[in-house]
Structure formats: C-alpha cells, structure tokens
C-alpha cells in the first residue's frame, strides 16, 4: 500500500501573497515555525511495508518513471501534459520500471519537477531538460528541510523553489543556484527524457544529494 508523504506539500504564492507575508513579521514567524515543524516531520525515518522492498532505497536509475509523490494522484505516473508552463511545480519519487516499485524508503530520492519556458534556462539545465521539463532534489542543502514553495524570489521577480526552513532559495532556471539564505550549494539536479509524453530518467543525480555536513 503507498501512503501519504509526511513532509508538506510545494506552495504556491503571488505576488500580493507574498508581499503581504514580507510586510508582516508575526505572519512570516509563524509560516517559519511550522515550516521548521514540518522539516522535523520530514526527517522522520520512512516506516515499513512498501518503503522496505528490494530497490525502495536505491537511488534514481536510468528508465525510472516518476510518479506522484502527495495527493490524491498520489503513486500515478507523471506524464508532460500534467505539468503546467511556468509551475505549479510537482514532487515525486522514481519508480522502476520492472518491478513498479517505488524507491521512497530514502527521502534522499524525492524529486521535485517543474515545467518552464526552454529559452530561460541556461546551457546546463537546457541540456537536461525536455521540454522545459526540470527535475532536482527536494532536500534543501542548508539544514535538510524539504523544498515547500513556490513563489517571488527575495530578491526580483520570478519564482524560484524556496524552503521555508530559513527561507533558503534555488533558481531553477540556472541549474538551481542558490540565490537567497544560507543554503552553501545548489541542488542537486537529476536528468530527464520524454518520449511520447512519457517523462524517465536519463542518468543519475547531478551533484551532492541531502544537506551539508557539519557545522
């Protein structure tokens, strides 16, 4: 049987939305400490069943499919047509393709994906993402926290992917450089393909997956 994802679901916010939040201290306080709430739920180990059978703790392989990993679409497939331009963006777990188990015994394996115009990725991203199609790791490098939202960047005008945690944030657009907080790295990326609508992975993570070690 799958279950649901303890961590909290990828928020999306306009720009009013967030405005409000960044002129309210007391309102952004309280957001950081259910997002810290969250992250401790996140950290807790995967329970039994489904997350212990063979290949649940294996990372990403080639072929993978991508499936949903909250929701009431939770454990379908991901096709291209159910990502929508410029976001909301979808988390998930790989999937072999073989035994169609899904390897979300490591939380170090969920992915987070979003759909984005070609033109504004840079050479890097572009290279492997179909269809404007990017896919990385949803463990925030600074504390471990998963990515949650979806919104303005700090710092202009586009959305990026920001953990609440202590509001680091990521530009999905150039390889996902951190462009805001105190995470010390990007995330790490993970390569797709699409043939026929249907989204795989293409090779194994680019970069180091999870949180930095140490102080």
């Not at 952004?28 to 069943?49: F, M």
Request: hydrophobic fraction near 35%.
């Amino acid at each position: 049987m799958s279950r649901s994802n303890p961590s909290a679901s990828i928020e999306q916010s306009g720009e009013s939305d967030l405005s409000g939040s960044c002129a309210d201290p007391t309102r952004r306080a309280v957001l950081t400490a259910l997002a810290s709430c969250a992250c401790l739920a996140a950290i807790e180990p995967a329970a039994a069943d489904d997350d212990e059978q063979p290949g649940a703790n294996d990372r990403p392989q080639k072929a993978d499919r991508l499936v949903r990993a909250e929701g009431d679409k939770a454990g379908q497939v991901i096709k291209s047509e159910d990502l929508t331009l410029g976001g909301p963006p979808i988390r998930a777990w790989p999937q072999d393709p073989n035994t169609s188990v899904v390897r979300k015994g490591s939380r170090l394996n969920e992915v987070v994906l979003v759909k984005l115009d070609p033109n504004e990725l840079d050479d890097a991203t572009r290279a492997r993402a179909p269809d404007g199609i990017v896919c990385y790791s949803v463990i925030c490098t600074h504390a471990g926290c998963p990515i949650t939202a979806w919104l303005k960047e700090e710092q202009g005008d586009k959305n990026v992917l920001k953990c609440l945690c202590h509001n680091s944030e990521y530009d999905p657009r150039q390889n996902a450089q951190v462009v805001f907080g105190p995470a010390p790295r990007r995330l790490a990326a993970l390569p797709l393909t699409v043939a026929d609508g249907a989204i795989t992975v293409a090779a194994p993570f680019v970069g180091k997956v999870g949180a930095q070690q140490g102080g």
